[in-house]
C-alpha cells in the first residue's frame, strides 16, 4: 500500500513562494516516477511537473521558470518550489506515483494566490 501525503499549501499574495512537500510511505519511493498535478475549482486535474527516478525533470509550459520539483530519495521525499505566484496557480495540488497500470494519489493541499 502507497501512501502520499501533502503539505506546505497556504494563502499567498501574488509574487509569493510556497514549497509543497510530499511524503511517501514504503522503500518505494526511489524507484519510481513522481509527479505534481493541480486541479482548480470547475477545472479538469492538469499536470504541473514530473521528476523521473533517475531525476530528469519536465514542466507544463504555465510553470517553467517559476515551479521547481525536487526529490529527497533519503527521505522518501517530493518537493515543489514555487516562485512567483499568481492567482490563476490557485488549486488544489496533488502528488502522484504511477506504479505499473495504477496511479496513486495524495489527499491534496490547497494554495491560495490573492490579495
Known amino acids: 500500500q502507497v501512501q502520499l ?45 514530473t521528476m523521473t527516478s533517475g531525476g530528469r525533470t519536465d514542466y507544463s509550459d504555465f510553470v517553467k521558470g517559476r515551479f521547481t520539483i525536487s526529490r529527497d530519495n533519503a527521505k522518501n521525499t517530493v518537493y ?17 506515483v504511477p506504479i505499473g497500470s495504477v496511479d496513486y494519489w495524495g489527499q491534496g493541499t490547497q494554495v491560495t494566490v490573492s490579495s
Open 80 to 96: 515543489l518550489q514555487m516562485n512567483s505566484l499568481q492567482p490563476e496557480d490557485t488549486a488544489v495540488y496533488y502528488c502522484n
Open 5 to 49: 501525503v501533502e503539505s506546505g499549501g497556504g494563502l499567498v499574495q501574488p509574487g509569493g513562494s510556497l514549497r509543497l512537500s510530499c511524503a511517501a510511505s514504503g522503500s518505494i519511493f526511489s524507484r519510481y516516477n513522481m509527479g505534481w498535478y493541480r486541479q482548480a475549482p470547475g477545472k479538469q486535474r492538469e499536470l504541473v511537473a
